[in-house]
C-alpha cells in the first residue's frame, strides 16, 4: 500500500537559527496532535540538512530530505552535491524536478532521469516533481505534458524500482500564487499520471506509488485537496515555513 506523505520544501529560506526554531516548533505540535502515519518530511536547505537531522533525533517521525542533488557521482563540480553524499549524513528523501529547478536551471527531462537513478542508486526516496505552467493549462494540453515529463524521467526504470518513486504533481501557475488546483482539477491529473503508471508497469505497480499535491496547499485547502482518492499527500511551500499552518496540513492527510 502507498504512503501518506506531507513534505514541506523550504526552498532558500531561514538562517540556521530560524531553521532550529521552526524545527522544533513542528516537533512539538506534531508530538502532541498528529495521530495517524502520516510521513513527514522537511526540505530544508543543504547547510541544515544535518543538523535538522540531529534535532529530530532518531526516533523522530519526522524525516528529512534535500532539495536537489547532481547528476554525477563525484568529482570536479564546483557546488554541487551528489546523491552519495545525501546519503552519507543519513538525510533519506530528494525533490529532483521541481518546477523551479526545470525553469531557472534549465534542468530538462533526460537530466532529471539521470538524477533520479542517482538517487536509487544511493537507496534513497526522490520526490519527482512535474506539473505544467499557465500557458500550457489554458491551451489544454496539460494532460500530454505531464505524461511527458512522467515518460522522460521515470519509463526507463524497472517496476521494481518506480515503485520507490514519490511523484509530485505541483502545476507552476499554483505555485506561489495562492492560486491553487480545484480538488477535482488535482484528482484528474493524479488519476492521468496513476493510468499512464498502470498502462507501463500495470496496475498493482500503479497503485503503490504515491502521488502528491503540490501548489499553495494551505490549512484550509489541504484536507479536500488530501481527501481525493487519488491524492496521496502534498508537497508544501510557503505554509510550510510556519509551523501552526504546517502541522494543520499534516492534520489534514
Ligand atoms: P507553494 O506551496 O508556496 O505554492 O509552493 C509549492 C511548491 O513549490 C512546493 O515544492
Not at 513534505?7 to 508530538?31: D, F
Request: glycine content about 8%; some cysteine; overall charge neutral.
Amino acid at each position: 500500500m502507498r504512503s501518506k506523505i506531507v513534505a514541506g520544501n523550504w526552498k532558500m529560506n531561514k538562517s540556521l537559527e530560524e531553521a532550529k526554531a521552526l524545527t522544533s516548533e513542528i516537533m512539538a505540535m506534531v508530538a502532541d496532535e498528529v495521530k495517524g502515519d502520516t510521513k513527514i518530511v522537511l526540505c530544508t536547505p543543504f547547510p541544515y540538512l544535518l543538523s535538522t537531522k540531529n534535532q529530530l533525533g532518531t526516533n523522530s517521525r519526522i524525516e528529512v530530505g534535500a532539495q536537489n542533488c547532481s547528476e554525477h557521482d563525484s568529482g570536479a563540480y564546483t557546488g554541487e552535491t551528489s546523491a552519495s553524499m545525501i546519503k552519507s549524513i543519513g538525510i533519506p528523501y530528494v525533490i529532483i524536478g521541481h518546477s523551479e529547478r526545470r525553469q531557472y536551471f534549465g534542468e530538462d527531462g533526460k537530466l532529471l532521469a539521470k538524477k533520479v537513478d542517482k538517487v536509487l542508486a544511493s537507496e534513497l526516496t526522490p520526490i519527482f516533481c512535474c506539473g505544467e505552467p499557465l500557458e500550457i493549462r489554458e491551451a489544454g494540453t496539460h494532460e500530454a505534458l505531464v505524461k511527458k515529463q512522467v515518460e522522460e524521467s521515470l519509463f526507463h526504470l524497472t517496476a521494481k524500482a518506480v515503485q520507490k518513486v514519490v511523484i509530485a504533481y505541483e502545476p507552476v501557475w499554483a505555485i506561489g500564487t495562492g492560486k491553487t488546483a480545484t480538488s477535482q482539477q488535482a484528482q484528474d491529473m493524479h488519476a492521468v499520471i496513476r493510468t499512464y503508471l498502470a498502462e507501463r508497469y500495470g496496475k498493482e505497480v500503479a497503485e503503490n506509488i504515491s502521488i502528491l499535491y503540490g501548489g499553495s496547499v494551505k490549512p484550509d485547502n489541504a484536507r479536500e485537496i488530501f481527501s481525493c482518492p487519488d491524492v496521496d499527500g502534498g508537497l508544501v511551500g510557503g505554509a510550510s515555513l510556519k509551523s501552526r499552518d504546517f502541522v494543520d496540513i499534516i492534520k489534514g492527510a
